[in-house]
């Protein structure tokens, strides 16, 4: 039975309901409750575009070694299925990474094209590269810079990444980028 409940945890938290309380819809509900008897709860999740950044600390390969990183879902309500959110994470020497996270990976070795449409105008297109098992679109050094500056202002970024005849499409609101940035940027050297 644990493994029922993990997949409405694991969903949930790939669509951005870990930052608030699940909502429990009861099935027997109806005057038809003694035919429910036994049956589970399900775990629904409300979309919510001003979810707040989350942090998260992961493990690294050698003793005692660890990234920080800060995660933002996508607004479900404008984003395909397979768009996740954005990453803006801790790299080393100092560097800060920003990376698409995505549902449906691309082949490791390619390098889509990603656009980004900032709300207050402007749009960008980069080449680049796959990490994570081509679950995540890392985007070239340039974009951190926008990370700590522009974006902070903006209320929300438009994606699309686009890899041969595939397409992927979200909208990230940034409310709170920057209070999450500094938390971040103070977190990377330990």
């Known amino acids: 039975m644990s493994g029922l409940l993990l997949i409405p945890l694991l969903a949930g938290s790939l669509l951005g309901s870990a930052d608030r309380p699940l909502e429990r819809a009861d099935p027997c509900a109806s005057s038809a409750r003694s035919s429910c008897q036994g049956a589970p709860i399900i775990a ?5 575009p001003s979810s707040v950044w989350k942090f998260t600390r992961t493990q690294g ?12 879902t996508a607004d479900t309500t404008q984003s395909d299925p397979d768009f ?17 996270a995505l549902i449906r990976p691309f082949p490791p070795r390619s390098h ?6 900032a709300s207050g105008g402007g749009t960008l297109t980069f080449e680049a590269s796959m990490a994570a098992a081509g679950a995540a679109v890392l985007l070239p050094d340039e ?15 438009s994606v699309v990444v686009r890899e041969s005849d595939s397409e992927i499409k979200g909208t990230v609101a940034l409310n709170g980028l920057r209070e999450a940035y500094n938390s971040l940027k103070a977190n990377c050297s330990q």
């Open 61 to 72: 390969t050698k003793d005692g070694e660890s990234f920080a990183a800060i995660m933002k």
């Open 84 to 100: 996740a959110g954005l990453i803006v994470r801790c790299a080393p020497k100092g560097k800060i990474d920003v990376l698409v």
């Open 44 to 48: 629904v999740a409300t979309p919510s």
């Open 112 to 117: 889509p094209k990603v656009t980004i449409a």
């Open 143 to 157: 974009v951190s810079a926008f990370a700590a500056g522009k974006w902070q202002t903006t209320p929300s970024l």
